[in-house]
DNA sequence: TGCGGGTGTTACCGGTCAGTAACGCTGACA
DNA sequence: TGTCAGCGTTACTGACCGGTAACACCCGCA
């Protein structure tokens, strides 16, 4: 939603944003909720109130269209993070808890940032990597940068905490928060194990930075 | 099913096996590595050296044989995970530990339970509830259930070695397990944050354990 | 007034999907 | 010798897939 009304659009109907963007917010939500292959190109055009042919006059092919989603997925999740660690800019720890608490919130799709957005299916990058052919190294690669760059941040943020062993501390969050994506596929609401993160998340990060 | 040479098969074909395992053997190789969307009957009956209707002849459905697929990977988990346990079959922490080192040795692919039977790509039952339609209980429930038994178990080793709060600990524990499994589908072999699982559950362990 | 970009519409292509019908062969067993 | 289960083979259905061709329309702009 949201979409600002496109740069270039001076007059333009009010409510009515250009097809490319119903395509792709509805290549979203569709993609995220029930996969990617079980998403047919036909089915997205006219969930976007158009069709198929004006589809392929936006993207060039569905590959397009689905590394376009991955996108604008990582784009989303850059955008939480920054939200909600700005407000401890210097307190590391505090940004690690922010992050944290922001999860669990998430699973039970409770969080400002994402406002009623969706139902939680835990990390859309992730899960499309389950369908991503092996030899697929556009799609694929998109989303290891992402991950990728998940893990630095994290690794990072736990160097500046002062912890003894940064890395291992840095990817023991992240697999605990991985972890709380992973289960929300099979957990419904917040009946999963990912309540469990905030102490656990806290009790490394003590570990690593006691005497 | 049974597997091996079923009861009654005296003589037989000595490396042959029956039509129905050599499919099932087939299809749980091609749904693990490349997605049960992906693979379709025909290249599972080809690639197991028989045909379509064939294959029909021995399961009613494609969703049969991805509901027998589940059970299998299922109840191969389930004897990798006694195997592990059982050396330490009083010593809770010591199994815990076992798993979980026995987790890391499976990301790349250096399990003796598992010797060279796949490249890892993580848990098939959690990628395949990417893939299974939300309305589709039968497999969802599969799923469920083996998730919720992971959980059980966990929580109660947990109880069993004395935390604190058991089922923190033992949730956590869950987190750090499915957080490998899920990060080993972006990170090829262990490049990934799969190792600091080690480190972090002793961790967590030592900090329910403690006081 | 005319032009042209963005869009809707219909029909089509070749390929693949899950699933079925019908027939023929072989080999064990009685 | 006959039977019958197990399996291979070919051909088919109807639906859907990703992707394309051709044409009509509307509307802002010059």
């Known amino acids: 939603m949201a979409a600002k009304s496109s740069a270039a659009a001076p007059s333009a109907g009010p409510d009515k944003p250009r ?82 608490d922001s999860v669990i919130d998430l699973a039970r799709h409770k969080s400002k940032a994402f406002e009623g957005c969706k139902t939680s299916r835990g990390c859309a990058l992730g899960n499309a990597s389950v369908e991503i052919p ?10 290891h940068a992402y991950k990728a760059e998940i893990r630095r941040r994290l690794r990072r943020l736990a160097r500046e905490m002062g912890a003894r062993e940064p890395d291992v501390l840095g990817d023991a969050l992240m697999l605990l928060m991985e972890g709380s994506y992973y289960t929300r596929l099979t957990f419904p609401d917040n009946t999963g194990p990912v309540a469990a993160i905030a102490k656990a998340a806290r009790a490394l990060i003590d570990a690593h930075l006691a005497g």
Chains 1, 2 share one sequence.
């Open 19 to 100: 097809v490319r963007d119903r395509i792709l917010d509805t290549a979203c939500e569709l993609f995220y909720r029930h996969g990617i292959r079980a998403v047919g190109v036909d089915a997205i055009a006219n969930e976007a109130g158009t069709n198929k042919m004006s589809f392929y006059r936006s993207f060039p092919s569905k590959d397009d269209l689905v590394a376009e989603y991955l996108r604008d997925q990582e784009r989303e999740y850059w955008r939480w993070w920054d939200e909600v660690t700005a407000p401890h800019a210097d307190d590391p720890r505090r940004q690690v808890e922010a992050l944290i």
């Open 134 to 143: 092996e030899d697929n190294e556009r799609l694929s690669g998109i989303v």
